[in-house]
Each structure stands twice: as C-alpha cells, then as structure tokens.
C-alpha cells in the first residue's frame, strides 16, 4: 500500500482548508496508509543560529547526541517526506503568500544532501523523484482571476520541483470575497480532490 503524508496548517475555527483535507482523509483512507502532520499543533523549528549553522553544513557531519537532540524535529520532518510516496498539503493564503509555520516546514524539509544535492558541474537535483504532490489551496479572495498576484502558488510548486516532485495544486479561491458562492466553491474543489484519490490509488 502506498503510504501518503497529509500535512495541514488550518488553526482557524470553521477553517476551509481543514474541511478539504478531512475530505482527501475521508476519500483516500481506505486506500493508502496516511501520516498526518498538523502544523498547528507541532509547529517546525525555525532555521536559527542554534540549528541552522548544522543543517546547512556543506558535508556529511558527525552529530554528537546533543546536536541530534536538538535537531530530532528536522529530522523527523525530512524522513517523513523521504518515506512517503504521496504528499498532500493543505494550506490558506496569508497576504498574498504562506503562512509563517507552513514556510518553516517547507525551510525544514528542502535540505541538502537529503531531499535535493549539487552534482558535480554545480547544478541541482531533487533526490525526491518518483513522489507526487497535491496543494490544497485556500484564499479569501479570488486569485484566479488575477486582479491581484500572489506569491503562495509557485513559491510552493517551485520547491517541490527542486526537490524532484511534481505538483498539482486545487484552489478554493474567494470564499470571502464571494460569501454567496462558498458552497459552490467547496464543491468544485471536492470534485477534484475525488479525481485526484482516483488517479492516484
């Protein structure tokens, strides 16, 4: 059975991005072995001079047991991407880009020498190949449409790619700037996250 590594950033009551996750759930649990990762709950470390100067060593270091202690989190973030073979992320839209925590997880998992590396002529490659990932996308105003750029999509499409996955994203785009079509909204977005658990199971 595939194993499939749900991660979701949703802290507000009546969150949208939660209600299309626990849709994904719902459709594919039966289907893929899952690990959930709430970002809410268990926040990432942030890159700070305490761990930052050992996760980016340019070689293979030699931890000590205190180093490893300090870094379990990020290790245990990093693994989980390696052993999964799908990813879902679901996430709102914050001023135009992610949230704070969901770009921290994104810092904690884009690592070298684990999830990506430099060849010899000094360029890059993901280490991640052969994974898929789907975006659940959620934003108050409707982006779609381009009245305004936002920098959430291809920040999150761009890392992926870097570390080797492909991704699709579905957008539940202007949920507060069109109260009246929330339920239609969330049903388009639904529909195509039942087309996605069937492609990929």
């Not at 594919?28 to 700070?48: G, H, Q, R, V, Y």
Request: proline letters at 4%.
């Amino acid at each position: 059975m595939k194993k499939t590594l749900v991660v979701r950033y949703a802290p507000r009551k009546g969150s949208y991005t939660k209600e299309l996750v626990d849709e994904f759930i719902k459709l594919a649990d039966s289907k893929t072995e899952i690990t959930f990762l709430d970002l809410a709950a268990s926040p990432p470390d942030l890159l700070l001079d305490d761990n930052l100067n050992l996760i980016w060593y340019g070689g293979q270091p030699e931890y000590t047991v205190e180093e490893e202690e300090r870094l379990s989190n990020h290790f245990q973030l990093t693994q989980q991407v390696l052993d999964a073979d799908n990813i879902v992320l679901g996430s709102p839209m914050y001023n135009f880009s992610l949230p704070a925590t969901v770009k921290a997880w994104i810092d904690a998992v884009v690592v070298n020498n684990k999830t990506f590396a430099v060849t010899a002529d000094g360029s890059f490659k993901g280490l991640c190949e052969g994974k898929k990932a789907l975006i659940l996308a959620v934003a108050g105003g409707d982006y779609a449409e381009e009245t305004a750029h936002e920098y959430f999509s291809p920040t999150i499409k761009r890392n992926f790619e870097y570390i080797g996955i492909p991704s699709e994203q579905i957008s539940a785009f202007g949920v507060t700037q069109y109260p009246e079509k929330v339920d239609a909204i969330m049903s388009t977005a639904k529909t195509e996250i039942s087309k996605v658990v069937k492609r990929w199971y």
